[in-house]
Each structure stands twice: as C-alpha cells, then as structure tokens.
C-alpha cells in the first residue's frame, strides 16, 4: 500500500448531542491543518448521515444542515459494528453517546483494528468482563505485535485534564502508583467551593444546589450529581489502569449526598423544593470541619497497595490543594514511589 | 518486511553520567515487559560500548559493568550519527548529555528516521535556526507525510511532569494559548518556600542557598541556578512550542539574584562566603511582598499575544497556587481560550 494510502484516516462518529457536535466542531476548526483526516458517519439516536463510500468524505463544515436534511434512518448496532467493513486502515469510531450497547461493540471494533475514541464511561466503569476484553483487544502501543485498534479515552476522567495519560505514562515507565486522590467531579467542586470557602462564608446547602443547578453545574436532576456516582466511575477506571481488578461501583463505600427521605422523591423539582429541610446535616458536617481549622470537600480515593477506593466528604487543612480549588475545578493528586510526599498534581476545569 | 521486524526498537544512549545511569537502570527495570526493546550502544566522553549487530544487544542488566570493562574509545559525531547505519528500523537516540555538538546532530538523525528522545536542552533553546531545522526534520504524527523519526523532549522542562505533552495536545486540539506561568526550577522552587514560606518564618537568604547547596539541591556553584538561565531555556522552549521565533535567553529579561560584585568572584565557595553580605537586599524584596500581604517567588511568564517573555520574582497572594508550593516542586500553569480564568496546572517534584 502507498505511504500517502496509509496516512489517511477515517472518523465515524456515533453521537450527536451536546459533546458530539461540540467536538465535531472543534474538528472541523482544526480540520484545514489535517487534510489527512476524514469524516464517513455522524449517527445520532434517530437519523444518520453517512458517506457512499472513503473516497467522497462528508463536509467537516456542513455535516449539521447535511444530517438535518438526511432522511436515512439510525443505525442499529450491526451496522455500527461493520461501518468500515470495506474502508483502508486507519479507521476510528468516536463514541460520543453515554451508552452501554455501544461500549459492549468496542472489542469487536478494536479487533478488527478500528480504533476507539470515546469519553463515554460504560466500557471503563461497568461490568470488570468488558473492561478485561477491551483491554485484551486494545493494541498497546509500547509492546506490539498484532493488528489491532488503538483505545484512547481520555475524557472519561477529568474531561480535557490530562488524567488518564499522566496515570499511564507512570505506569508504563515502571513507576509505582501508591494513592491517588482528588475532586473529580466540577458540580462537586463548585459546590463546595462554594458552601464552604476557605475564607469561612458560604451559603447554605440547598441554595448552593439551587445556585448551581441554575448555572448549568448540575444534571436536570442535581440528584444524579449528589449521588456520588459518576466519582465512583471515575475511580473504577484509574484503579482498573493501576491493575486493581474492582468489580462495579459497588464494590467500596460511595456516599450519597442525597437525604434518604428524598431518594424516592418522583422528580428534580421536588426535590429542590424539599432540599432546604435538610440543611441542617450539611451545615453540622460544616462545622465540624470549621471547629478544626478545616474545610469539608466530596473527594474520590484509591489506595493501590490496600486495593481501597472510598468516595464522599472529607476535611483536609485550609493549605491543601484540594481545599484551595477554584470554581468547577478538579484537582487529581498521584503519590508514586518516584514522587514521594508531594504528589504529581493535576489540575483544571473538569 | 514481516510484522514482528517492524516491532522491534533499537535504542542508543549517548550520555552515561547521572541522568544515563538513571535512565538506563530505570529501562533494565522494566524491560522483561518489553522484549522488542533492544539497547545496542552506550556512549560516554570517555568511552563507548557498541553490540556487534542488531541481532546481538547489548545486556540491560550488566550494561554498566560492560561499560567499564570496554576497551572502545569515545565516539566522535560523525560515527554517532552514523551508528544506526545498518540496522532496520526502528531506532532511537537517547541524549542523556547536555551538549550542543550532540544535539546539532539531531536534524540528521530525523531525517534518516532515527528518533531522539532528550532531556537536553541545548537543541530546542539554544540558537534559533537549529530550533527549525529540527522542528523542520522530526515526524508529526498528527500530520504524517514523510519518513522521518520522532521526537521527544518532555524532560526538557519539569522533568518527568507532563508539561510539552500537554501544552503540544492544547495547540494541535485547536485551544488558543494565552499565557504560562509558573515555576520551573527546582532549586528555585525549594529556596524560595523556605526563605519565604506562606506562614511568614524562613531564614536568611543566604543560609538557605547554603541549606539549598548541601541538600544537593544546587548546582555545584550555585551561581548556575542563581542566573536564571536554566529558567529562561526552559521559557524559549515553550514559547517556540507555541508558534514564538524567540531567538535566544538573551531576547527577553532575565532577572539574576547574583548580586553584581560577585558575578565575577572566582569559584563556589568563594561566592558562597561572601553572599551573606548582600543578604539585606532580598530581606527587603521578602518583607515588601510581607507588607502586602504577599509572598516573594522567582517565576517565569510567557505572555503569547504579546509574544512577551519574563524571568525574575514576583508577589503572590498567599491564596494562590504559586505561593503553597512545596519543597522542591516544579508547577506550571496553563491560561487558554477553552480553560478561561482558571488556568489547566500541573505541578509536581521537577
């Protein structure tokens, strides 16, 4: 095959919503610069736009009117799965859904040496079996030796931090990963930062969530934040990377933020509206931390060596990193052996 | 050429003082991971230590003492630049030195497709014109196009901190850089978090460059930290990075804490004992940050719009990053279009 054959690449992009078209926008911003770059398929739940075949790609510029205007109808998993069937290498599906289906199709796709790109969490953080099959079938790029596809999903931790490159690069070089510790969720951070500044004010609980979930901070539904589920997530994918083989989110203590009486509440609004009779429990862990100097913040750990993840409220010295944080900022903090006492820190909007 | 030849990597390490002797112990750690690495030559100033071939490496685990036992002389440019002459590809140069002969090399190593991994940075700080040659012969491997090698030089600023991946990641995305600052030396970093800490104590100025110089913080003449060099090397490379053609250190201010009497005074320790005369002039620096409820640190700032760079001390509010860091860390912040007000950091041991 000509050199030029093999620089090309091939992008289907299943997903169009919020981060979907965000992306293909950034995409199609930097789109001049890449002329190598290619795009075949935007699917979305209810329609899809595809091109005929690799050598007459879709516009980067117009694909939104062009998939507004498609009448081809969306495409079921088979069809997802076998896209590329007849396109050259290097081809790669960028899952921008937050879908469980489309995760279960990654193997397939990595062994047929379609590369996977995805912030979605479900093939990382669900059920241990497809995450072991996605990383037997991802070509691992410092120790090769068959044709596979390649596996980046960056933004399922920290959004655009570099989090999970950071983890793997020290791993990869053979340093060992002690404790990993930090705020990864930015409602969490906002509200926190927010209820309990290191300067002492602060609002009180319930309007916090209000004021939060007015700024777009929250899910429709703030309750999908204060779970502390989406933490859990997140830890099951660093600890997984570290070799840590946790089973699901509920597998360690994951603590709700969410008044047992309000858990079966039917909608979000109703729940808001009942949050402010609880404020005194938030207030009473407030206080506590203030009594010693203290701040309180919703923070996900992992100790390797104990094979312990832990998600919920902790008090950490007005000094510590975690307590400074800013606006919706995460901040995920690795103790190795080769940095000793003071961890190699990251952090950024989430 | 079959598969497995193409995953086969050969690597030589020109440079065996410290940072060789470190890497090269730290690569015998992990490479029964990775059969396909291969070591095939170890050069130092005064000798060198080459495998026959490509088919008989040298050993990982005895490098060292094989080193000693060589008879082979050290190796001029010429017959490192044309040490891979024979063997397939993939290989990689490992500069361990800090020389310019060695990296003036570089451009020829690309081009012949050979990659160079580095933390030296005399190739990508020092004169303008070898920046772009180098820029010029290197594999971009977003945008491919040519046989060429690799290049990698992330340790040529906060050390093993993912600092050139992150900022290089930001641009090829299509995230407009706007400011970094941060700070970049080690030495500095320490001096600076005892002399002036948050909490108001740290002791005179020169006690703690000599408390600095015996922890093996320092250089051997401390004057070499003092100067702000290494710092504004450091600045030029990230600068280039983002698209500046600074042309040299000398193209920017750099504050030096050498008072000027004893630039010249012949060596270390001379210097050493005649610093404590001069300590009422960082007293001063230190107790007008104090006034203002501030602390002193010794940054660097690269301000891209105005293509403005800057090495010296400046005031920081007690609150901010900069000013909690701790013992010898290295932290680096990003301000981009996409972060806005909260910068993207990453902070660590540099």
């Given at each position: 095959m000509p050199r030029e054959e093999l620089n090309q690449i091939y992008i289907a992009v299943v997903g169009a919503g919020g981060v979907g078209r965000h992306f293909l926008n950034q995409l199609a911003a930097i789109a001049p610069k890449y002329p190598n770059i290619h795009l075949l398929l935007v699917a979305r739940s209810t329609k899809s736009l595809a091109a005929p075949?690799?050598?007459k790609p879709l516009s980067f510029q117009t694909w939104e009117a062009d998939l507004e205007k498609s009448t081809a109808p969306a495409l079921d998993n088979d069809q997802i799965a076998n896209f590329?069937?007849?396109?050259?290498?290097?081809c790669v599906i960028v899952d921008n859904t937050s879908n469980q289906d489309v995760a279960d199709l990654y193997p397939q796709f990595l062994y047929s040496e379609v590369s996977v790109v995805t912030p979605n969490k479900k093939g990382f953080s669900g059920y241990l079996g497809l995450w072991k099959r996605i990383e037997d079938a991802a070509f691992h790029h410092l120790y090769p030796g068959q044709v596979r596809g390649l596996l980046y999903?960056?933004?399922?931790?920290?959004?655009?931090?570099?989090v999970i490159s950071t983890l793997k690069d020290l791993i990869d070089t053979g340093d060992k990963v002690q404790k990993i510790e930090g705020v990864f969720s930015g409602t969490m951070s906002f509200l926190f930062n927010n209820f309990a500044p290191v300067d002492g004010k602060g609002g009180k609980w319930s309007a916090e969530v209000a004021k939060a979930k007015e700024a777009g901070?929250?899910?429709?539904?703030?309750r999908d934040d204060l779970n502390g589920v989406d933490v859990a997530r997140k830890l099951v994918i660093l600890a997984r990377i570290c070799g840590l083989e946790i089973?699901?989110?509920?597998s360690f203590p994951v603590q709700s933020l969410i008044p047992v009486e309000l858990e079966?509440?039917?909608s979000g609004d109703k729940f808001m509206e009942k949050?402010?009779?609880?404020d005194s429990s938030m207030e009473e862990v407030k206080n506590e931390a203030v009594k010693e100097g203290k701040v309180v913040r919703f923070v996900g750990s992992i100790d390797v060596g104990k094979k312990a993840l832990k998600v919920g409220l902790e008090k950490f010295d007005k000094g510590h990193p975690i307590a400074g944080l800013k606006g919706s900022d995460n901040i995920i903090s690795f103790y190795t052996e080769r940095y000793g006492a003071n961890p190699l820190i990251v952090q950024g909007a989430g």
């Open positions: 075949d690799h050598t590329f069937y007849k396109t050259p290498r290097h999903h960056e933004s399922s931790v920290g959004a655009g931090l570099p901070y929250t899910e429709p539904d703030p089973e699901s989110t509920d079966s509440v039917k949050l402010p009779q609880y």
